[in-house]
């Protein structure tokens, strides 16, 4: 029902910090930050077991960054897997437990955490094992 939906909704503003108005402000109108958190709430209200992020944090500010970084830790800490498509390496290296680095539409190379450099990224991206 209507009201159940506007409560869920705006516990979801709560939980992820979005910054509005009210509940009726439009989206658009919102920063990009806050505009990337209402499409990630909208994602996580049907509790998904793996998310697709595709350059989750491009054209927003430090601080928003900041609060994503924190959902994305908060979330697999719950047990959610999330799938990092991200072009940024500093983004990469400290978010990512396992990295996949495609060239030409093919895995290049797997790396762990722990094995996974800028300069090995690189080198795998430009084809280079």
Do not use: C
């Amino acid at each position: 029902d209507a009201q159940r939906e506007r409560a869920a909704i705006a516990e979801m503003v709560q939980a992820l910090q979005i910054k509005i108005q009210s509940l009726e402000q439009e989206v658009q109108t919102l920063s990009g930050g806050n505009q990337q958190k209402v499409i990630l709430a909208k994602w996580m209200m049907i509790s998904p077991k793996v998310l697709l992020l595709d350059e989750p944090t491009a054209g927003i500010d430090v601080g928003a960054k900041y609060e994503i970084y924190n959902l994305m830790n908060r979330w697999t800490a719950e047990g959610k897997s999330i799938l990092l498509i991200t072009s940024e390496l500093p983004e990469l290296l400290a978010m990512a437990d396992r990295i996949l680095v495609l060239h030409r539409g093919q895995v290049m190379q797997e790396f762990s955490r722990e094995e996974a450099s800028q300069e090995n990224i690189l080198q795998a991206a430009m084809g280079r094992r």
